[in-house]
């Protein structure tokens, strides 16, 4: 079984569209989580760190369901600039070896 | 600042030629990462360096070498490789190697071994 499972889409949404990703892990003993947006041959960029209360920064929102052990990202008012690779990524316990789920890929459409 | 700076941007080389990747960050990090991507899938990990020691190696070929000069640099020494080596490599650091720091990813070197 894979450390972190998400569906790779390809999610194609109109400007403007609300869209959600989710990721499920394996570890229960994980301690942290991210997003990670990779735009085509650059690299992972930080989009936001998930806390188990909820967190949002402008349009995206991210949470994090401990006892399901699954991750959510939504992204409200999509722009065109949103087009990218989404990767779910959780620390494994105990020290910094990242895992990486395979990448949601969305394009946002004009 | 948080930078991580990588040289060269794109390398091709031979299998009987060895170069080395360079990795560079001034963010006063103490843990330094090498990553390897291929195309359409997620990073993978090769090493992890804390406090300039090796302390994790990913099963990784002995043509991959790594190396951590100081605190600010780590190199990937590569020699003898195989056209399946070809890939994105990725260095990253973080502030110390603990589950909870974020790490930060610089642009990558696309290497093609011919």
């Known amino acids: 079984r894979k450390e972190v499972e998400q569906d790779p889409g390809p999610f194609n949404v109109p400007e403007g569209a609300t869209v959600a990703f989710n990721c499920t892990y394996s570890n229960s003993a994980s301690q942290s989580f991210f997003w990670y947006r990779q735009d085509c041959r650059k690299e992972p960029k930080l989009l936001m760190s998930?806390?188990?209360s909820g967190n949002e920064d402008g349009r995206f929102t991210a949470q994090l369901n401990r006892a399901s052990q699954y991750i959510s990202l939504l992204i409200r008012d999509s722009k065109l600039s949103d087009s990218a690779t989404y990767l779910c990524?959780?620390?494994?316990?105990?020290?910094?070896?990242?895992?990486f789920g395979t990448g949601t890929r969305l394009t946002v459409i004009p | 600042d948080t930078e991580v700076t990588q040289t060269p941007k794109h390398l091709v080389m031979g299998m009987t030629n060895k170069k080395s990747l360079k990795c560079e960050q001034h963010?006063?990090?103490?843990?330094m990462y090498w990553y390897k991507q291929k195309a359409k899938k997620p990073p993978e990990l090769m090493f992890v360096?804390?406090?300039?020691?090796?302390?994790i190696n990913e099963s990784v070929p002995s043509r991959f070498s790594p190396e951590c000069p100081n605190s600010s640099l780590l190199n990937l020494h590569l020699h003898a490789l195989q056209p399946e080596d070809s890939a994105l490599y990725l260095c990253a650091s973080s502030q110390v190697m603990t589950s909870t720091d974020t790490q930060y990813f610089g642009p990558g070197t696309r290497l093609t071994v011919l």
């Open positions: 360096y804390s406090y300039e020691k090796l302390s």
């Open positions: 990524v959780v620390n494994g316990a105990g020290a910094n070896n990242l895992f």
């Open positions: 998930v806390y188990s």
């Open positions: 963010m006063g990090h103490r843990a």
